[in-house]
């Protein structure tokens, strides 16, 4: 059973740095992209940041500058590297991946449960 596990949410000061982790485990044949969205309480989930396994990258405005992604292809993992954070970054940070588990299926995009990040005085 494929599944993506996240961590390194937390508590952190205006103008901090957090970096969150997310490992896809599972059998699969292929992991097309990766991405972390968020969703702060009362909106949408939006995209922050997705890199697909040839290292192609693509940010939200909101965050350009700020977040690096980056995938390590050998360990199925993603990074987000979250430094200046600002109060408007607190949200529920979930990973994605869109990955095809065997030869006669089509990949399709899996979620993990979701790691929270406060920034807060």
């Known amino acids: 059973q494929v599944q993506l596990v996240e961590s390194g949410g937390g508590l952190v000061q205006p103008g901090g740095s957090l970096r969150l982790s997310c490992a896809a485990s599972g059998s699969r044949i292929s992991i097309n992209a990766m991405g972390w969205y968020r969703q702060a309480p009362g909106k949408q989930r939006e995209l922050v940041a997705s890199i697909t396994s040839g290292g192609t990258t693509d940010y939200a405005d909101s965050v350009k500058g700020r977040f690096t992604i980056s995938i390590n292809n050998a360990k199925d993992t993603v990074y987000l590297q979250m430094n200046s954070l600002k109060p408007e970054d607190t949200a529920a940070y979930y990973c994605?991946?869109?990955?095809?588990?065997?030869?006669?299926?089509?990949?399709?995009?899996?979620w993990g449960q979701g790691t929270q990040v406060t920034v807060s005085s």
């Open positions: 994605s991946a869109n990955m095809r588990l065997t030869y006669y299926s089509l990949a399709k995009s899996f």
